[in-house]
């Protein structure tokens, strides 16, 4: 199995553009999390879906936040416009539900704001 | 908001000798994980403790669980190199999403 796919790896964009991450989550898996990992905050969980519905997007931290899961195996997570605040790493995982908890993550896209 | 806190932040040893990592929690809990990661990569579930469980093992890794106190342990025996990571501790519930500490960074000194 090739494990949860993101892209790009590295992002490096001038501010106000718009940014779309994308994560294609291991097959079979029905959970998927989009997490946000800076030195100050450590890891923030933005947003999760099972069975592609959106269940808790309570850390999506405002509106030029958003997340979209279209089908089983494609997620993304844009950001419009966006801000040098937004640099980070954001990560995707995803999880079964029957072996509940246990998330395997992508590697990570390193997003940079000028 | 983090529900774990480890300690130490960061923590260097002498290859060979073994590494303790403590987490602590404020609420109540179904499970505690331990994650590692390896710089520029994503995070690798290591173990899972259930809460009606003190004690797991896998491999040089042995996990505690003192749901009265709401701390944990990572031990890991006979460090090597490779151990060198950050390693978090996450605590989960009912739900499906699981809540990460800020972690402690393990440097294993040759």
């Known amino acids: 199995d090739a494990g949860v796919i993101q892209s790009p790896r590295h992002e490096v964009t001038e501010m106000g553009q718009e940014v779309t991450l994308r994560c294609k989550p291991i097959?079979?898996?029905?959970?998927l999390f989009w997490y946000r990992q800076t030195m100050m905050r450590g890891l923030e969980l933005l947003i999760y879906?099972?069975?592609?519905?959106?269940?808790?997007d309570s850390g999506m931290p405002e509106d030029r936040f958003s997340a979209k899961m279209p089908n089983a195996s494609f997620s993304t997570l844009k950001i419009q416009p966006s801000e040098p605040r937004d640099s980070a790493v954001y990560f995707c995982?995803?999880?079964?539900?029957?072996?509940?908890?246990?998330?395997?993550f992508g590697a990570g896209t390193r997003l940079s704001v000028l | 908001s983090q529900q774990g806190e480890e300690d130490p932040q960061a923590l260097s040893i002498q290859e060979g000798e073994n590494a303790t990592m403590n987490c602590s929690y404020k609420?109540?809990?179904?499970?505690l994980q331990w994650y590692r990661q390896n710089s520029g990569r994503g995070l690798v579930h290591l173990i899972l403790?259930?809460?009606?469980?003190r004690e797991k093992h896998s491999g040089r890794l042995r996990v505690t669980l003192d749901t009265s106190k709401k701390s944990s342990s990572l031990l890991i025996t006979a460090s090597r190199a490779a151990d060198t990571a950050s390693y978090f501790c996450?605590?989960?519930?009912?739900?499906?999403?699981?809540?990460f500490g800020k972690g402690t960074r393990l440097h294993i000194l040759p």
């Open positions: 609420t109540s809990i179904n499970n």
């Open positions: 995982a995803s999880s079964f539900r029957q072996v509940k908890n246990i998330q395997y």
């Open positions: 097959s079979g898996h029905n959970s």
């Open positions: 996450a605590t989960g519930n009912r739900d499906d999403k699981i809540i």
């Open positions: 879906f099972n069975n592609n519905v959106p269940i808790d």
């Open positions: 403790i259930r809460s009606n469980e």
